[in-house]
C-alpha cells in the first residue's frame, strides 16, 4: 500500500485500496453491495452557497446502476435565481471520486457531491462549480501549471456558559482545555472531515472568545492541505455541511459570519495557493519567492477590489475589512505579515534540520520542505460561495502571467513590515483600497468583469447575478452610520447569521 493509502480515513479508500479520483461506478456499487449500504444521497451546491441533498432508497442493483448512470432532475429555478421557472429543469449526476460514507445518518448512507447538466447534457455554464473547473483548466491553458489551494475555515461555537475556567477574552489563540470548551467537538468535526475526503493540515482554538449574557462564544479553526482547487473547494463545503450537522447533535450553534459583534476578532476564509508544474511546487526559486509567485501575486493585487465580490458577499463583511485589524483594508503583500491582503507564510525556507536540533537521536531528514510554500489570501470570509471565491482568485493568478508589467506591480504593491507603522505613512497614501461595502464591491466588479469573464471563465449571466444581488443591500454608507451603534450592529448580525 502507497504512503498516500495507508492510514487513510476514508472508508471507500481503504475498503477499495485505490485513491479517491480512480473510483468508478463499479467501485461505488462493490462498496455499497459488500457494506450493507441502504441509501445513496445525491449533495450539490446551490445559489445560496449551502449544500442540498437527494435521497434515494436502494430499491434493487438496476434501479442503483440507473441513478448512478444517469443521475436525476431537479428543479434549476428553485437552486439558482438565474435560471427561469419556464425552462428549469436541470440534471445532477453524481461524481464518484466525492463518494463518502454519511457520519449522521442512522440508515446506512453513502453520499456524492453533484455536477450540474442543461437539458442538452452539457455542464451548466453558470454553476458554480462549472465555474471553477472552467477557471482551473483556463489557468493551466494559459501557464502550463496546475492552481492548487487550500482553505483555513474559521467559525463561532455558541452554547451556554459553563462558569468554569473563563478563557481570556480575545486571548484564546491555541488555547487547550479547560480554558477552551470545543477542542473535544473540533477534533469530531475533523474526525468525520478526513472520513469524507477532507485533507486536513490541523485544527485549532482561535483568537476570539467571549462571555455575553451567559452564553460562551468560541472561535474556532481548521485548516486544509493544499489540493488541486476543484477538490479544495468540494472540502470546504463538506466541511461546513459536517460542522454544522454535528453542532446540531451537541445543541450548539455555530456561525462563519465575518462578524459577530462589535469588537471581538471576525471569521475570515483566508485561501492559501499554490502552483505546480510536473509534481513541484513552483512557488519558490532558489529559496525565495519565485516570478511564478510574484506574477500570480500581481494579478491578485490588480484585481482585489473585484474578488471581494466574490469572497465579502453580505453587508457584515465589511465590519469586518476596517483598518488596524487583522483583517486587510489595503491592497499589498508581504512575508510572514498579517496587516497585508496577500501574505508569504514563513516557508520552512532555513537550511538547518530543525528536526535532528529537536531530537537528536534521528538522523539527517533530507526532507523537501519547498513543497509547503504558499501564498495567502487573507480578505475572503464565510459568507463566499466557495466555488466562486477559488475560482475568482484562479483568475487572479492567471491574470499575472497575462500582464506585462506584473514584476513591477509586485515590486510597487509589496511591504517588508506592518503597513500601519509610521515608517509606512508614505507608501500607505499610494496603495489602493479595498472597497467598504457590498454596493463598492459590485461597482469593482462591473469594472472588472471583463477579466473574469475571459476564456468563457465566469459566465456574463453569473456576473450580472452577482453585481444585482451585491447592489441589493443599498449598503454604501451603512457602516458609517451605524458605527458605534451596538444594537443596529446586532440586528445586522441576526440577520446575516447564518451565511455561506
Request: aromatic fraction near 10%; hydrophobic fraction near 40%.
Amino acid at each position: 500500500m502507497s504512503k498516500e493509502l495507508e492510514l487513510c480515513p476514508n472508508k471507500l479508500v481503504g475498503f477499495l485500496n485505490k485513491p479517491s479520483k480512480e473510483f468508478t461506478k463499479a467501485d461505488i456499487v462493490r462498496f455499497i453491495t459488500e457494506n450493507d449500504i441502504q441509501m445513496v444521497n445525491f449533495m450539490y451546491p446551490a445559489g445560496d452557497g449551502r449544500l442540498k441533498t437527494l435521497n434515494f432508497v436502494i430499491n434493487n442493483a438496476a434501479y442503483l446502476d440507473a441513478i448512478l448512470t444517469c443521475g436525476e432532475r431537479v428543479d434549476g429555478s428553485s437552486l439558482f435565481p438565474f435560471i427561469e421557472a419556464g425552462s428549469s429543469d436541470l440534471y445532477v449526476l453524481p461524481r464518484f471520486s466525492t463518494a463518502f460514507v454519511d457520519p449522521f445518518a442512522e440508515i446506512p448512507t453513502l453520499a456524492m457531491l453533484c455536477s450540474y447538466f442543461n437539458k442538452d447534457g452539457e455542464l451548466l455554464e453558470s454553476s458554480p462549480e462549472n465555474t471553477l473547473r472552467k477557471a482551473c483548466k483556463a489557468f493551466t491553458d494559459v501557464t502550463g501549471m496546475e492552481f492548487q489551494a487550500m482553505g483555513e475555515l474559521e467559525y463561532y461555537v455558541i452554547a451556554p456558559d459553563c462558569g468554569m475556567f473563563p478563557a481570556t477574552d480575545q486571548k484564546g489563540y491555541h488555547e487547550s482545555a479547560p480554558y477552551a470548551k470545543f477542542n473535544e467537538f473540533r477534533q469530531q468535526c475533523m474526525a468525520y472531515i478526513a472520513q469524507a475526503g477532507g485533507q486536513i493540515k490541523y485544527g485549532h482554538s482561535e483568537v476570539g472568545n467571549f462571555t455575553i449574557n451567559d452564553v460562551t462564544y468560541e472561535q474556532n479553526e481548521i485548516e486544509f492541505l493544499p489540493v488541486d482547487a476543484e477538490n479544495a473547494a468540494d472540502q470546504l463545503m463538506i466541511a461546513k455541511w459536517i460542522i454544522r450537522n454535528l453542532a446540531y447533535q451537541y445543541g450548539y450553534d455555530i456561525t462563519f459570519a465575518p462578524k459577530i459583534t462589535a469588537g471581538k476578532a471576525g471569521s475570515g476564509l483566508h485561501v492559501h495557493m499554490r502552483i505546480v508544474k510536473d509534481g513541484q511546487n513552483q512557488m519558490l526559486d532558489g529559496g525565495v519567492l519565485s516570478a511564478t509567485a510574484r506574477k500570480a501575486i500581481a494579478g491578485m493585487m490588480e484585481l482585489a477590489p473585484s474578488i471581494t465580490a466574490f469572497g465579502n458577499t453580505n453587508p457584515t463583511s465589511y465590519f469586518r475589512l476596517v483598518p488596524h485589524q487583522e483583517a486587510p483594508t489595503n491592497i499589498c503583500w508581504g512575508d510572514r505579515n498579517r496587516s497585508v491582503l496577500v501574505r508569504v507564510p514563513l516557508g520552512w525556507a532555513a537550511k538547518s534540520d530543525m528536526c535532528k536540533i529537536a531530537n537528536p537521536l534521528e538522523s539527517e531528514s533530507n526532507y523537501d520542505t519547498s513543497q509547503k510554500q504558499t501564498v495567502e489570501m487573507r480578505s475572503p470570509d464565510g459568507s463566499a460561495d466557495v466555488y466562486q471565491l477559488i475560482a475568482g482568485l484562479a483568475v487572479a493568478c492567471r491574470h499575472g502571467f497575462e500582464m506585462e508589467n506584473a514584476l513591477e506591480v509586485a515590486e510597487k504593491t509589496y511591504v517588508n513590515v506592518n503597513i500601519h507603522q509610521k515608517e509606512n505613512e508614505a507608501k500607505l497614501k499610494d496603495l489602493a483600497q479595498l472597497p467598504d461595502s457590498c454596493e463598492a464591491s459590485a461597482d469593482c466588479l462591473e469594472r472588472q468583469r471583463k477579466v473574469f469573464e475571459q476564456h468563457n471563465v465566469f459566465s456574463p449571466a453569473m456576473i450580472d447575478g452577482i453585481i444585482k444581488r451585491l447592489r441589493s443591500y443599498g449598503d454604501r454608507t451603512l457602516r458609517q452610520e451605524i458605527n458605534g451603534n451596538q444594537e443596529e450592529m446586532l440586528k445586522l448580525v441576526n440577520r446575516y447569521f447564518h451565511c455561506g
